[in-house]
Every structure is written in C-alpha cells, then in structure tokens.
C-alpha cells in the first residue's frame, strides 16, 4: 500500500516535534500537516483529509475529542493524552488506538502499525471490487484487540449508557463494546442501517415487519420508532412500498 498520510494535532510545539520525528522514522508514514491550534485544525483538515491524525485531547478552545467528532469518516484517529483517563473517551468516536505521554518510540510504532493493519484490511476489501454484502465490515473494539463484524450480520444495535450492544444473526449473545451510539451511527452506511430511536439502530434489511403503531419487528425484538426519528423511517418506508 501507499503510505499513510497523517496529521498532528497538539497545541504543545514540543509534542509536535517529538511525533514528526517519530514519523519521520517509520518508513510508512507521511507527515502532511501540524497544528497548535484546534479551530484551524478543524477547517482544514476536513479539506485536507489525511488518512490519520495524531490528536491531543486536552487542548484550549476546542477539545480533541470534539475536533475528532467533525474529521471526515475515512480520517482515522490516534489519541494522544497526559491523562488515563481520556483513554476509554478515545473509543466514543471510534479512535484506532491512543498513546499516553511521554510517548515512547516503541508505543508510537505499536500504534502506527495497528493503522497500518487496518488500512490494508481497507485496502484489500477495496481490491476485490464490487462483491456481495459481506464483504463489507466494520471493527469493534473487543478484548484489546479489533474484531471484524460483517454488517450484513448485523440485525440491530441497542445503546446503554457508554457501552452498545451489536445483535448477530445467529448469535444469542450481543458484543458489547465500549462505543456511544453516535460513533457506531457514524461507522454504519445510512442506505443499510437507521436510527430508530435514541437506544436503537436497526439493520433495514433485516426488518421482518411494520405496526399501524411504527413499532419495528426485527430478529425476534420489538422496537418503537420515536418522534424524533419517525420523518425518515416513514420515508424509507414509502420509498419501498409497492402500493404507493
């Protein structure tokens, strides 16, 4: 594969120097951009869309976790924090990995190395060409590791506070992992999955059943369409209608 294009983001210039020097020592990475300051981060690098960016948490104006909340979804995320306690944060918007300062060399490139690992599962998912559903996939986090679910595995995703729940088809059990709905939500093709409700996201195509009442039979589980979310089921729904 191409290298990997990465931005940094820290409004601490030593930390800044420290992560291009360690970029410049892995053969697969590519520096393409640096910032100090959070705001012009965020108007540029969704113009410049680089491949990966090593984001400070901890900075003035706007935080790293809601600079990472507006990166275009094929930018991926590296945390990089003083704090511990920002790591579980990481995962709310679907961050690759995080790396706690000082940063050691050998932690940077355990991090890099598992960006590197993903893209080339992109990469090659991408190489095969148009395929059938499963062939498409996304990562969980799972046991300190990254496990890939199929999403047309998928039938639903119930939210509980800082977990979320992802039902199989086939699987008694959901994987529970550590995400919010928003960052799941942001992971799913919209064609294929909708949010239903502020817990629920359904898979469209395992939807066996809709009530007078907008309650949604899907697996073996009954989920009411909220308000909020009601406007684009019922135009999903007639957009599918036979008898329009």
């Known amino acids: 594969m191409s290298k990997i294009s990465c931005a940094i983001v820290d409004d601490e210039p030593l930390a800044i120097k420290l992560i291009e020097n360690y970029v410049s020592r892995t053969p697969f990475l590519e520096h393409v951009a640096s910032y100090t300051d959070s705001v012009s981060a965020s108007m540029e690098l969704g113009e410049l869309r680089p491949d990966l960016v090593f984001l400070d948490i901890q900075m003035p104006d706007m935080d790293g976790l809601a600079l990472a909340r507006l990166m275009p979804a094929e930018t991926k995320i590296i945390f990089t924090t003083a704090f511990r306690d920002y790591a579980l944060d990481s995962y709310d918007v679907a961050a690759l990995d995080y790396l706690l300062k000082p940063i050691r060399y050998d932690k940077f490139i355990r ?95 395992h939807i066996k059943s809709v009530d007078r009442n907008m309650c949604i039979y899907v697996g073996d589980t009954m989920v009411k369409v909220t308000d909020m979310y009601k406007t684009p089921f019922e135009a999903f729904l007639k957009g599918n209608m036979l008898d329009k």
């Open 111 to 205: 991090a890099a190395q598992k960006a590197k690992e993903w893209f080339e599962l992109q990469e090659g998912n991408n190489a095969e060409g148009p395929a059938s559903p499963r062939q498409e996939d996304i990562f969980l986090k799972r046991d300190g590791g990254f496990q890939r679910i199929e999403l047309d595995r998928i039938v639903m995703i119930e939210g509980m506070k800082d977990y979320v729940k992802v039902f199989l088809q086939g699987e008694k059990l959901p994987i529970v992992t550590h995400l919010t709905m928003k960052g799941i939500e942001g992971n799913l093709p919209a064609e294929r999955f909708m949010r239903v409700s502020r817990s629920h996201i359904v898979s469209l195509r």
